[in-house]
């Protein structure tokens, strides 16, 4: 028996082991294998917008820009009722503009709002270079999914600069790592430029695209530039 177990040990050392350890992995999906029809773009072009609700309007939990925008303005106020809605005094501060630089109130709808330019900028970076005839799609559509994503982008620099004024222009996933402050006029031009190049991209609003920034939307969007610029 012994003798047995030395012969297979013996030969288990002579065996070549396997050095081709290269294998086709299909459970990620990377830019590289997700694009290949106009469903899986449309599915990409569409992720902003499920952040978006948590960025602009949600209850919940989440700070964002609806409750640092009308808390801190007079047409509003979250009391005090009984044990209830005290927060720390998060909202009595808001009420009187006495926050903190460490607010999350202050703090939640940055970091908010720059995950959706995020977004943005990550799906235009592996749209832009594809090739709509690979993936059945026509050069004015692949066109037009970049130009709404250039003016939601721009929507959500919007929104950054009416809560905190002076905003960096974010253009590139992680780059640069320390991003400066720009100018609100920088960011109003950024704004209006964006909007612009894009605007004859995107169709007309209509049922199939309802709650998608089209036509209508980018006029809206230039006209509360306007407005407030």
């Not at 609700?53 to 009308?70: D, K, P, T």
């Not at 905190?164 to 320390?178: C, M, R």
Request: proline content about 4%; glycine content about 6%; overall charge negative.
């Amino acid at each position: 028996m012994k003798k047995i177990l030395v012969y297979c040990a013996v030969a288990l050392l002579l065996t070549p082991g396997c050095t081709k350890l290269n294998e086709t992995v299909y459970s990620d999906i990377t830019a590289d294998n997700f694009y290949n029809n106009k469903q899986e773009v449309t599915a990409a072009v569409l992720r902003p917008y499920t952040h978006l609700g948590a960025s602009m309007a949600s209850w919940g939990g989440q700070r964002n820009y609806w409750r640092l925008n009308e808390l801190s303005a007079d047409q509003l106020a979250l009391p005090q009722k009984g044990v209830n809605w005290y927060n720390g005094g998060e909202f009595i501060r808001l009420h009187y503009h006495t926050w903190t630089a460490d607010e999350i109130s202050v703090q939640n709808p940055w970091d908010l709002l720059y995950r959706g330019v995020g977004y943005c900028n990550n799906i235009l970076d592996e749209i832009s270079g594809l090739s709509p005839d690979k993936i059945g799609m026509t050069q004015a559509d692949l066109d037009g999914d970049i130009a709404e994503i250039r003016v939601l982008r721009a929507f959500f620099h919007m929104k950054l600069m009416d809560l905190y004024g002076e905003v960096p222009i974010i253009t590139a996933v992680g780059t640069p790592l320390n991003p400066s402050r720009s100018s609100r006029k920088d960011v109003c031009d950024f704004i209006e430029k964006e909007v612009k190049e894009s605007i004859e991209k995107l169709p007309v609003l209509s049922v199939n695209n309802i709650g998608r920034m089209n036509k209508a939307g980018a006029f809206a969007l230039l006209s509360a530039l306007y407005l407030n610029e």
